[in-house]
């Protein structure tokens, strides 16, 4: 097979994102980690025979995140929920309405995120060498330390135009049975170089520190299969223990990207994997969803104040702003709560911009609002949404002062790298809600993208 054609999706907001599509069967989205050049892989033995041997039973689409490889250069590192706009718009544009998403590395947690958020979207899930949190935590001991970390910023500073990042910690970690192949290591410096800058590295690397998914993890509720390396099957262990029904595998690939070397042992695991899987098996009836609850400040005072008349005529201004904001930020208002609104978001970034530019906007009117946000599964019906999410967005929301957002930390460990942020608001018990919960006030979008650098 000839190395593909590189197509291009126009996203929402304009950015067009690099892909290639072949092979034949059901679609399956390959999700690279880090990062990515999707006519570079063709050129390297082993990335070329993992993606030959892969369309031997799907139909494959690979991408370039946005910022790297042949997608479009932007200003700002794409967080998750960027990334998965970015998914949607190339499997638009090819009409792959229900795919496979098969998540390398880093790749693994906008998959996860994905697959949670669109259950009708995703026919199964496959996590391949998948860290939940990238930090070392007590809780957490297979995350990087901060030593290690603060290392390989070290060597992508300085030796990333030299090749020696790629030399001295890419190569040992990628693919230790390649390190002293002198032809592999000028290869994958090419295709490093190629693909970003080195302070699109350094950006999409601090982006890459802040990243916990792990809350996301039991609302996953498509067949889910986790690959892991030897050394790496406690973690996979961990993680498969926490989605539910997913199954996990060691496969004998030293190394973290699983194609090089012995992809096919990785391609006969998700063979094996996707032909036993049935559209039928996902529970399309609960997703992954941001819940918003606003309600106005001192609304029985106001009332009183004001008179019914005039205050009807605030409440109706007040809805027609509500409703708006949630049209341009792509939220869904699921019923009025008196003098607010609940409502859900298939992205938290974009719930807290909305909800953000709501407590501004009805300012005007001589009201203040207040909003609070939490992530989780929530139940759908036709006109309602329930679960254990609903009531801790309500309990998160009764927290907040006027024209304050106060979000979990769900929230805020989802949106790492939206540029939003946050002020510690203390850790507190929410009624009726099981646990303490640490909560945080949401300040709005940073002048910058964070410490790092931004994509060039």
């Not at 370039?64 to 042949?70: E, L, N, P, Y």
């Not at 998540?103 to 939940?132: C, D, H, K, V, W």
């Not at 190394?255 to 399309?284: C, I, K, L, N, Y």
């Not at 009836?285 to 918003?292: E, G, H, I, S």
Request: glycine share 8%; hydrophobic share 40%; proline share 5%.
């Amino acid at each position: 097979m000839r190395p593909p054609e590189t197509r291009s999706a126009c996203t929402a907001d304009g950015v067009r994102i690099a892909y290639q599509v072949f092979g034949k069967g059901d679609a399956l989205a390959f999700i690279p980690g880090w990062i990515s050049h999707v006519e570079l892989s063709w050129a390297e033995p082993s990335s070329s025979t993992f993606l030959h041997r892969l369309a031997e039973f799907s139909r494959v689409i690979v991408i370039d995140k946005r910022g790297t490889g042949r997608s479009e250069r932007v200003d700002t590192v794409p967080d998750l929920e960027t990334r998965m706009d970015d998914l949607r718009a190339v499997l638009d544009a090819e009409g792959a309405g229900h795919v496979v998403l098969f998540g390398e590395s880093s790749g693994a947690a906008m998959s996860a995120l994905f697959a949670a958020t669109y259950p009708q979207r995703t026919r199964a899930l496959i996590l391949s060498n998948a860290r939940a949190r990238t930090k070392w935590a007590p809780d957490y001991p297979w995350g990087t330390r901060p030593e290690e970390y603060a290392r390989e910023l070290d060597l992508i500073r300085n030796g990333w135009d030299s090749g020696e990042y790629i030399r001295s910690f890419v190569a040992p970690l990628l693919a230790p049975s390649h390190a002293g192949d002198e032809a592999f290591l000028r290869r994958m410096t090419d295709h490093h170089q190629r693909a970003c800058t080195r302070e699109d590295a350094i950006a999409l690397t601090e982006m890459w520190w802040e990243i916990d998914y792990r809350s996301v993890l039991p609302t996953i509720s498509v067949p889910t299969l986790l690959l892991a390396s030897p050394g790496k099957e406690d973690e996979a262990t961990h993680l498969a223990q926490r989605i539910p029904g997913a199954k996990h595998q060691v496969i004998p690939v030293v190394g973290w990207e699983m194609w090089v070397p012995g992809s096919q042992a990785v391609t006969d695991a998700v063979r094996v994997f996707t032909s036993s899987v049935s559209d039928e098996e996902a529970d399309f009836d609960r997703v992954l969803a941001t819940v918003l609850f606003t309600d106005i400040v001192g609304s029985t005072g106001l009332a009183a104040a004001m008179g019914d008349r005039r205050w009807q005529a605030i409440c109706d201004e007040h809805d027609a702003i509500v409703h708006g904001h949630l049209i341009r930020y792509r939220g869904k208002a699921i019923k009025t709560t008196g003098d607010g609104f609940l409502a859900t978001f298939d992205g938290p970034a974009r719930a807290i911009r909305c909800s953000l530019a709501l407590t501004s906007a009805v300012k005007r009117l001589g009201i203040e609002i207040r909003a609070g946000l939490h992530t989780g599964e929530v139940e759908l019906d036709a006109r309602d949404v329930r679960g254990i999410t609903v009531a801790i967005a309500a309990r998160v929301a009764a927290k907040a002062g006027p024209s304050e957002v106060l979000v979990s930390q769900t929230v805020k460990d989802l949106v790492v790298g939206s540029g939003l942020v946050f002020d510690d608001a203390g850790v507190h018990e929410l009624k009726g809600v099981p646990d303490r919960w640490r909560l945080f006030r949401t300040l709005g979008p940073a002048t910058t993208v964070g410490p790092g650098s931004p994509l060039q």
